[in-house]
């Protein structure tokens, strides 16, 4: 027999019998039945958004699969270009489909030159760099306005491809002008990990270089970061998506919704974290200080893994393959040690609060030498790819504007009351 769940209006004693499809219950049934009576769910924590086959995250048992396929395999087989194909298209792509993938990214990674010295360059010298990729993102929209033709779909995958090879440049060109560096070019002779290492590192050598095992641990960190289901930014990125706005500003609204500290802000929040703590001694007062609401042990908690993050779990492996070329990160012991701690503290283990994503990312970030304001751009450089397959996922189903309802709990009617006789 079907599972179903019925609803009955107390009111009326009339009910309505619903199937439950996928683990959800369709809500037009509670809108014919009860109209009027909105479903109050800030922060979405009970409400599926959209059906979506892009990602699969099931938090109880830890599980990660991009489009079915486990992200431990992925890890170890896969690059992110590769990565970002699936994600895109459903499937893993053929060699030739593959090469050609490689190829047209590799040649759209240029930003025009004007822009990126009149735009970018009239920043502060200090400007936040995610701050300036927001913006930069945003205002190639103002370059490529085809984009906003959004029903041609092999226009749409012009685009994709444009912001997937645009997006570490915007990037790199960010850092480099924050730190008073000059620009690097693009290098097409390079993968796109190492060409990302290249605009961010390289200073007068003909060819850039580096040891694999950076760039492989780079392009694994975009791998684990590439898309994450319904998240706070890929759902901005749908929210936008549905007032059919062009893909630039998709992506750059995504991005100011990644920047947060409690979304892909935390790996820097991370690593101001450990700085503070700063030694052994330090970690007791500040678990201390977390149970009493004081602040947020970062890296730790997710909305849907009760479970330990199965991404984390990558990354800290990868961690020690970073460290083993640079040297291990005195912050890393802390990390440890804090990790510990929490695991055996049953004020984290009773709400099931366990290390995500950024907990360990931060620390190989910068053991690479990444700059800490860079860690968010990092991120948004991988989800890029997912936010960009779930805008192409909405513009293919049959969505709507997202609209959603509120509960008005403000003032009944009032009469104005001109300001000389307001005391
Ligand atoms: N440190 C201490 N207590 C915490 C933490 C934490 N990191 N996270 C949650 N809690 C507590 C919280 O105080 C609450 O306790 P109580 O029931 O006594 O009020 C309980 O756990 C549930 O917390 P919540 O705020 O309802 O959980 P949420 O699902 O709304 O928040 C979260 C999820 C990720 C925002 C939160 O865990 C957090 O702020 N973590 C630190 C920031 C962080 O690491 N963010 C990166 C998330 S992974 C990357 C990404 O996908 O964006």
């Known amino acids: 027999m079907p599972e179903s769940i019925t609803i009955t209006d107390n009111r009326t004693g009339e009910s309505i019998e619903v199937p439950i499809v996928d683990g959800g219950v369709d809500a037009a049934a509670w809108r014919k039945l009860l109209p009027n ?17 892009v990602s699969e995250v099931d938090g109880e048992n830890g599980i990660l699969r991009y489009r079915g396929y ?32 490689v190829y047209d990214i590799t040649h759209h990674t240029f930003i025009h030159e004007r822009f990126r010295k009149r735009f970018m360059e009239s920043f502060l010298h200090d400007a936040h760099p995610m701050g300036m990729f927001v913006s930069t993102i945003a205002a190639l929209s ?11 779909s092999q226009n749409r995958m012009h685009q994709i491809v444009r912001l997937i090879a645009k997006v570490p440049t915007v990037a790199a060109a960010g850092s480099r002008f924050n730190s008073g560096l000059p620009f690097v070019y693009p290098d097409n ?19 850039y270089e580096c040891d694999p095992a950076m760039s492989r641990a780079l392009d694994l960190l975009l791998i684990t970061h590439a898309d994450h289901g319904q998240n706070c930014s890929t ?14 500003s998709v992506i750059a609204a995504a991005a100011c919704s990644l920047y947060g500290p409690r979304h892909g802000g935390a790996n820097q929040a991370v690593m101001e974290m450990l700085y503070e703590i700063g030694s052994y001694e330090n970690i007791d007062p500040f678990i201390k200080a977390v149970k009493a609401g004081e602040t947020r042990l970062m890296g730790f908690g997710h909305r849907v893994y009760k479970n330990y993050d199965p991404r984390a779990r990558i990354i800290k492996d990868a961690a020690y393959d970073v460290f083993e070329v640079t040297g291990s990160n005195p912050l890393l012991d802390i990390a440890l040690k804090l990790e510990e701690v ?48 779930h805008w192409v996922e909405l513009l293919e189903q049959d969505s709507r504007i ?16 001109p300001i000389t006789e307001r005391s």
């Open 37 to 53: 009576v909105w479903f109050l769910d800030p922060s979405f924590s009970t409400t599926a958004a959209t059906t979506s086959a």
């Open 142 to 152: 103002t370059f490529y306005p085809e984009a906003k033709d959004i029903d041609d």
């Open 235 to 248: 759902s901005t990125a749908r929210v936008v998506g549905s007032a059919h706005t062009d893909p630039y």
């Open 70 to 101: 486990p992200i431990e395999q992925l890890a170890e087989h896969s690059t992110f270009l590769e990565v970002a194909y699936l994600l895109l298209h459903g499937e893993l792509p053929t060699p030739g489909e593959y090469d050609k993938w």
């Open 342 to 389: 929490a695991l055996g503290d049953d004020y984290f283990v009773s709400r099931r609060l366990y290390p995500n994503v950024d907990f360990y990312s931060g620390l190989i970030y910068q053991s690479m030498g990444f700059p800490t304001d860079m860690f968010t751009v990092l991120f948004a450089i991988a989800r890029t790819a997912g936010w960009l397959a």
């Open 189 to 207: 002779n390079l993968d796109f990990a190492t060409n990302f290492l290249s605009m961010m590192f390289k200073i007068a050598e003909p060819t």
């Open 402 to 417: 997202a609209r959603p309802r509120q509960v008005y709990t403000g003032s009944t009617e009032r009469t104005y009351t």
